[in-house]
């Protein structure tokens, strides 16, 4: 496959395997027009962008794939949860609750060491500790995708990792092109995507 083929290919196993319930798709609907807020604010606001990044926009994205979507068995694609957990690109269940972990931990650590092991000046005031806390955050975000990009080149292939990568970056925008009327089919009592498109 060419990368922009594999790049389809990775979204479309994303939609199918993990996107199948109304709810995830309008909390990844919210959740990426709060990233595309964030990618602006980035050239205005650094600090603001990454705690809206973290803090609104990850956890609305990550509520939905674990309260929301169905983790039995898929008839849809004939695939178990765990299987589609073991074939998952990208961070599954078990790797998300690692990097929510870091994440969760660190504004305690910060807190507890206001210079974060030498990292920092020892914040005056709740506005600088909240600075240094959206460094660490955007630190873990980038750290996160190139652990994950890195690693995908031994277990897969380099153009994995980065379509990835790539898939990761653009993901707010690719979100609200597919998902944008699912709101409406909540709305609708339609609660689970019927996937007519997906034929296994």
Known sequence: ????????????????????????????????????????????????????????????????????EPKGYDNVNDASHEHKEQIKVGYNLRRKVILLGLWAALPVMLYFDPTFYGMFEAHADWFEYFDNLARLWLILAVGALIFRTVHLFFLQNVRAGLVWCAKILTDPFHDVLIYYKSPFYLLKGEMFDPMHHVKV
Request: no cysteine; aromatic share 16%; proline share 1%.
């Open 1 to 68: 496959m060419t990368f922009i083929e594999e790049l389809r290919q990775q979204r479309w196993d994303d939609h199918r395997y993990y996107h199948q319930s109304r709810i995830n798709q309008t909390l990844h609907l919210l959740s990426a027009l709060n990233f595309l807020a964030a990618y602006v604010l980035l050239f205005i606001s650094p600090a603001i962008a990454v705690l809206l990044g973290w803090v609104v926009a990850m956890l609305l994205r990550q509520a939905g794939h674990f309260f929301f």
